[in-house]
């Protein structure tokens, strides 16, 4: 059945803060083979500038796939998550994330449409910080492979 | 800037440790009798970590370890990782685009595996060190 269209804006309640660790971001850091010290080493960040290491530019996936899990949960839109595909991901970052961000994730249904059999949404989370300020922005098109 | 090709290998460990490290334990990247169940060739990377890959080799080409202002990829092919010590490999490659009004570099990104392109119209806006 193909996604309903009238789900275009639909929002989805914040989501529970996460705080953001250094050895979270150290985890990450070396899974992706990275070695940069200002992810590791709070010295390393200062003398750049920032109050505490900072995260590699796609550590904001932890927060935005919270986004998307909301509208994989979601039993209004009906997701089939076995015929879901990640087709797009954008990231735009404000600023860099760094351990000590408290961070708050809103999503909304930018997009749905409907091509060739298959169906495409367009997810939209803004990350926040505790003072309100949005950190970064993801987009992510997701593709439910037609039946 | 500096863009030489950069060229990282993937193993079977790293999908594991990836997973772990972003909380996708999403099978199709860890068991091959479930990715060939849903019709792949086997397991297969995390789209989300060859992003991470490609940004990798953006920050170590600009220098600096979050440059990145804006960064979109579409995932145009799956990359297939075997169950062997070598694994697979990625190769990145970046043209300058443009540079914008206030001095940011628009790179052009390509990201291939066996040859074949794995992303597609990826594209990292950054901030020059």
């Known amino acids: 059945m193909p996604l309903d269209p009238s789900y275009e804006g639909r929002t989805y309640p914040p989501t529970e803060p996460y705080r953001v660790g250094r050895e979270k971001i150290r985890e990450f850091t070396e899974a992706i083979g990275a070695e940069d010290q200002a992810y590791l080493d709070p010295e390393a960040a200062l003398k750049l500038g920032y109050p505490d290491v900072v995260a590699p530019p796609t550590f904001a996936v932890l927060l935005t796939n919270s986004g998307?899990?909301?509208?994989?949960?979601?039993?209004?839109?009906?997701?089939?998550?076995?015929?879901?595909?990640?087709?797009?991901?954008?990231?735009?970052?404000?600023?860099?994330?760094?351990?000590?961000?408290?961070?708050?994730c809103r999503s909304t249904v930018e997009q749905?449409?409907?091509?060739?059999?298959?169906?495409?949404?367009?997810?939209?989370?803004?990350?926040?910080?505790e003072d309100g300020e949005r950190v970064v922005t993801g987009w992510s098109k997701i593709v439910v492979r037609g039946e | 800037m500096d863009l030489a090709e950069?060229?990282?290998?993937?193993?079977?460990?790293?999908?594991v440790r990836y997973a772990g490290?972003?909380?996708?334990?999403?099978?199709?990247?860890?068991?091959?009798?479930?990715?060939?169940?849903?019709?792949?060739?086997?397991?297969?990377?995390?789209?989300?970590?060859?992003?991470?890959?490609?940004?990798?080799?953006?920050?170590?080409?600009?220098?600096?370890?979050?440059?990145?202002?804006?960064?979109?990829?579409?995932?145009?092919?799956?990359?297939?990782?075997p169950d062997t010590d070598e694994g697979t490999e990625l190769v990145i490659n970046a043209v300058l685009k443009s540079v914008t009004e206030d001095g940011n570099a628009v790179l052009d990104l390509t990201a291939t595996c066996e040859g074949e392109k794995v992303l597609a119209q990826a594209r990292a806006t950054v901030r020059q060190a």
């Open chain 1, 68 to 104: 998307i899990r909301q509208l994989l949960d979601d039993p209004d839109l009906g997701l089939d998550f076995s015929r879901v595909v990640h087709g797009d991901q954008r990231l735009q970052h404000d600023r860099p994330i760094h351990a000590g961000d408290v961070l708050t």
């Open chain 2, 21 to 81: 490290a972003s909380g996708d334990f999403n099978p199709i990247h860890w068991s091959d009798r479930i990715a060939t169940g849903v019709g792949l060739p086997g397991v297969i990377a995390h789209g989300l970590f060859t992003m991470a890959l490609v940004g990798r080799a953006v920050t170590e080409w600009v220098g600096h370890p979050a440059p990145i202002v804006d960064y979109t990829v579409r995932f145009a092919r799956p990359i297939v990782v």
């Open chain 1, 112 to 129: 749905i449409m409907s091509r060739g059999g298959h169906d495409f949404l367009t997810a939209r989370t803004e990350v926040f910080d």
């Open chain 2, 6 to 15: 950069r060229r990282y290998r993937i193993t079977r460990a790293d999908l």
